[in-house]
């Protein structure tokens, strides 16, 4: 892939190799595909080139994280066929120098965005037929989304962050940036998205990129994470009123049967998919998911024995026999044939005859948010919405809450999947822990295999101080038990959470 950049690339690496984030192919570049900005940023064309750039520089990091995710959380486990860079991963034993846990592609978008955001107003001048003031207020806001994204999560796997400024001149800048914690970078990323939900132009703004990261779902995850969780609730919910219209209500557009269309087809589910990143073989750009999860391909990577049997215990609203019919067996998971106790991921092969390694990859949905919402409101002591967002959702209320009022189409997570709904005990010392956990356990079915499960045991176990609540749940699903010891001593202690970074 060939990104229109201005040039600084020689710069960039020098960077990379002082945060030590940077291969020596970084980019691939070559001298003679430098282009300078006086030469690219004419007009409008070059602008959704870069951006375009941008947005591609996904599909490096998407796979990974979904690995990542599911070998450190309780979601995945390598199989006999797993070499030992996905081993050593499950195995909370990786060493800095797995190509699993390279994070310079998280700093690659970062770098890009800057350097396109510089130079986006004087295209303004020079294309005004084709690119507007508007227009160019959309491409910004999305530019930081994409950019505060991308820090966002450098900085949960990682624990720390560099900060990379607009402009680098020279090779001195490199080594003197700023280096800050977790806590501090989200904070920084709050001060630099807030702005640009509150422009004037918002609503219009909104309306011009499709398929664009949401950056009020994205600050509302960013609140949840500091524990702010009446702002995370204000901001969730707004994202799934964006764009002025009835979408992202979990509705009963995918439900039943409909469900897996999700993920057949995610650039195309506009009521559920915020944004996805789209890969085509076609065109080059494979996504090698189905390789680590087919069973008829390299099958090194399976489902976890508790995610199947969660599935398996799930209860359906009329059906007596136990089981969770739209989003298991034959959607997120499968039995290999011949071999029904065998399983394998089948998320990312839902299509018939479809394109081999051509599955999009989702990074915000409307399923997704309503459980942050939920997990957001039940810690601000309004646990009836919260298990009304989980359960049987807003159309069953009557009169609706306030904040609810166009909300007549939600169906709730579970309710557009005909499961029955969660119910707290009666008697329940701390209903607040139950409700947090079952939304944590309808987060781990409804997104399983979306990159999700690992960051939102480490947020709650931070929100408990209680890194046992994190190393116990990990460490459930080793079936070997002086190993699923080990893991627990290792994840007890939450400096171990953070991977590691060449030093």
Known sequence: MSLKLSGRIVVFCALFAVINACSDDFY?????DKIYPDQHYKDARDVWSSYSGIVLLLQEIMPNHILVDGLLSDQMEPTAAADAELVTLYNHSVSAGNSLID???????????????????????KDKLNYDSLTNVSVKRALITYRSWAYF?????????????????SIDDAANLEVVDRETMLRRLVDDLTPILHDSE???????????????????????ELNEYALAAEYLRAACESY?????????????????????????????????????FEDGQQNPLEVYFRHDYDYTIKPSGVLVDLFKLQKPVTDTVLGDKFRGMGVSFDSIPNSPT???????????????????????R??????????????????EIALTLMNDGMRQLSPRPTDFRTWASNEGVRGRVFLKSITIPDGTADAKTYLDNMILEERALELAFEGKRWFDLMRVARRRNDPAFLANTVAAKYSNPAV???VKQVLSDENNWYLPTVK
Not at 103 to 125: F, P, Q, R, T, W
Not at 366 to 383: G, T, V
């Open 202 to 224: 918002d609503a219009l703004a909104e309306l011009i990129i499709d398929n664009s990261l949401n950056s009020k779902a994205l600050l509302g995850e960013i609140y949840l």
């Open 342 to 364: 065998e399983f394998y991921i089948s998320k990312y092969s839902l299509e018939p005859n479809a394109v081999p390694y051509s599955a999009d990859i989702i990074m915000y």
């Open 103 to 125: 994070g310079a592609a998280y700093y690659k978008v970062i770098v890009s965005a800057n350097d396109v955001l510089l130079n986006l107003d004087a295209v303004v001048e």
């Open 28 to 32: 691939e570049a070559k001298i003679g």
């Open 366 to 383: 409307a399923s997704d948010i309503h459980l942050l919402l939920a997990e957001a409101y039940n810690n601000i002591d309004q646990p």
């Open 153 to 169: 999560n450098y900085v949960r796997l990682y624990g720390s962050a560099t900060i990379l400024p607009l402009e680098l001149v």
């Open 244 to 280: 002025g219209r009835n979408n992202y209500k979990v509705d009963k557009k995918y439900n039943r049967e409909n469900y897996a269309g999700i993920f057949i087809s995610p650039i195309g589910a506009i009521s559920e998919v915020f944004a996805s990143v789209p890969f085509s």
């Open 484 to 486: 699923a010891e080990r």
